[in-house]
């Protein structure tokens, strides 16, 4: 996909879960349950070597001996590093080949489990194992551990299984997975470094990750009852975990809440919940709780931290990255504002699996977006898979909304108040933000409007030479593909023009125009005459 990869750290893309430890430290139980909770397949050496052989352990013990049964162990490490997104249990043994462990890292995290000795002396009594067939004792079993310790420490996490009920150490190694495979970009600004964590499962690690980057342990979540209702529960027991004090901070849902009289209720939240300087503001939902929640964390005692937690396509790979913060004024959208970065952005992507469709395409026209003014390959991508299938899972979305993040966080790194190149980012804004003012934001999905406005904008691309008919002809049929509007019917274009009008008064007597070049390349005009933009709005808008 032409992926750059200097703005981004991938922690880990290895698929594999395998777990080792001596026997009875509980491989097989917590192996089977991690598989259940993660929805990926178990697979236990000791099992596979049986259907291999047709033998049970102890009958291949019992009859060739160990050393054969290593290496039919070994041969089956080797086929089974190869498997995708399994949890595999190991057999006790089977870290104290070297070869066996470099095969099982290629693909696999490795997680060890450890136990008392007393408790694995009372787990083993419960199931034969041929290495202690002759010795059960307390002694030798401290001797065999003693022995493999140094194989198990090359673990990347050690999980102490004595006393703990088995699904909190489930949750434990699910938890720490999720982060151990999460894409990561930095974003670098004037006004913060931060970083963005997207991958599955991410919600239950927000208190892990907040930890580290929030001084204070009081927080303001603020949210809308739809998104809350879903997964405030699991954001606020992260929390809690963390020993974060959880405020609840909620507003209805829509675009007209985001507004000073919202603000003013979610200050007063903030102060009656003892907010201060070290305290963050949490934003849990799409673009408009992610504005909403920023914009009082920008203001409040003149500015805390703020941790976004996007829960739509379009805040995922926009709204919660830049530090853009925003209420919306009658007279226009966004007019008050600020810049605030953000502390961290943690992307769940197993969201977006409630999120209603019209949503997912609304969200779509913003990664369409970053293809036009940034990375053809991105373009061409769409392009492929768009055509071939308009919905794509959560899980597929992960290495594009990576994308999207790297590139926004290029953008903004460069230019973070919007000086010069962060302006590309408003492709398709100009007659978008009028039609959804226009339509009193009760017609157009953001992402809707903005696709009516880069169709809009890559007609007045060709009319004045900067973008050729095959390319204009190449976006349009993506949008569509994306299942997103190119125009629309039933909006006096007279009325558009007035809200254009209005933004040229906030923008210095000139609508601002961002034209596509080529894919991957457009450029800010700073004024286009009436006599060529009305034609066109009347083209995309009857
Ligand atoms: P939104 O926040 O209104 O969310 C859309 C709908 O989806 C809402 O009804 C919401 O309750 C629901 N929802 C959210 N997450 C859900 C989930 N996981 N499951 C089920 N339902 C869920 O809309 P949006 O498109 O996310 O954001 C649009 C806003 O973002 C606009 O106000 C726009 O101006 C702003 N925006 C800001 C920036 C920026 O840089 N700050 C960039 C682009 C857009
Ligand atoms: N979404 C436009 C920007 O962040 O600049």
């Not at 049986?50 to 080797?78: D, H, M, N, Q, W």
């Not at 599955?200 to 990750?209: A, E, F, K, R, V």
Request: aromatic share 4%.
């Amino acid at each position: 996909m032409g992926v750059r990869r200097e703005e981004t750290r991938t922690l880990n893309e290895k698929s594999n879960l395998v777990l080792i430890g001596f026997m009875g430290t509980g491989k097989s139980s917590v192996g089977r349950s991690l598989a259940r909770k993660l929805d990926m397949q178990l697979v236990d050496t000791d099992q596979e070597v049986e259907s291999a052989t047709g033998l049970t352990v102890p009958e291949i013990f019992r009859r060739y001996g160990e050393v054969r049964f290593r290496s039919e162990e070994s041969l089956i490490v080797k086929k089974i590093s190869r498997y995708e997104n399994c949890v595999i249990a190991t057999g006790g043994g089977v870290v104290l080949n070297e070869e066996n462990l470099t095969e099982l890292k290629r693909n696999g995290c490795l997680v060890c489990l450890r136990s008392r000795p007393e408790i694995i002396k009372s787990r083993v009594q419960r199931k034969p194992r041929p290495l202690l067939a002759r010795d059960n004792s307390l002694e030798n079993i401290q001797r065999m551990l003693q022995e493999r310790e140094r194989f198990y420490e090359k673990a990347e996490l050690v999980v102490e299984t004595s006393d703990d009920p088995l699904e909190k150490v489930v949750d434990e190694i699910a938890d720490w997975f999720a982060l151990r495979r999460s894409r990561q970009v930095r974003v670098d600004t004037d006004g913060g470094a931060y970083d963005i964590f997207i991958g599955q499962s991410l919600l239950s690690s927000l208190g892990t990750l907040m930890v580290e980057r929030v001084k204070g342990k009081r927080c303001l979540l603020v949210s809308n009852p739809r998104v809350s209702e879903l997964y405030a529960e699991r954001v606020r027991s992260s929390l809690e975990k963390s020993g974060f004090k959880v405020t609840d901070g909620l507003v209805p849902d829509g675009e007209e809440y985001k507004s000073l009289k919202s603000a003013e209720q979610l200050y007063d939240a903030a102060v009656e919940a003892g907010l201060d300087r070290d305290s963050a503001v949490v934003a849990l939902g799409g673009g408009v709780i992610g504005d909403l929640a920023g914009f009082i964390a920008a203001t409040y005692l003149r500015g805390i931290s703020l941790v976004q937690v996007p829960t739509t396509l379009l805040a995922q790979v926009d709204s919660s990255v830049g530090g853009k913060v925003a209420v919306n004024h009658p007279q226009g959208k966004n007019l008050i504002g600020a810049f605030h970065q953000p502390r961290l952005v943690v992307c769940d992507t197993d969201v977006l699996n409630t999120l209603d469709p019209r949503e997912m395409r609304s969200g779509m026209a913003e990664v369409i977006k970053y293809g036009v003014i940034w990375d053809s390959g991105l373009f061409e991508h769409l392009e492929r898979v768009l055509q071939a299938e308009p919905g794509m899972s959560p899980t597929d979305l992960i290495p594009i909304i990576t994308r999207c993040c790297e590139i926004k966080a290029d953008i903004v790194g460069r230019d973070e108040r919007e000086h010069g190149v962060r302006t590309l980012l408003n492709l398709g804004h100009t007659l978008g933000h009028a039609l959804e003012g226009e339509t009193g934001y009760q017609v157009f999905r953001h992402g809707e409007a903005v696709a009516v406005g880069m169709a809009a904008a890559g007609r007045l691309a060709v009319s004045t030479g900067r973008w050729s008919e095959p390319e204009q002809d190449r976006l349009l049929k993506l949008l569509e593909a994306a299942g997103l509007p190119i125009r629309t019917e039933g909006i006096p274009s007279g009325g558009l023009m007035a809200w254009m009008e209005r933004d040229k008064k906030a923008q210095g007597g000139r609508v601002r125009w961002v034209l596509p070049l080529s894919v991957g390349r457009a450029e800010v005009v700073p004024s286009l005459p009436d006599e060529l933009v009305e034609p066109v709005i009347r083209e995309f808008v009857r």
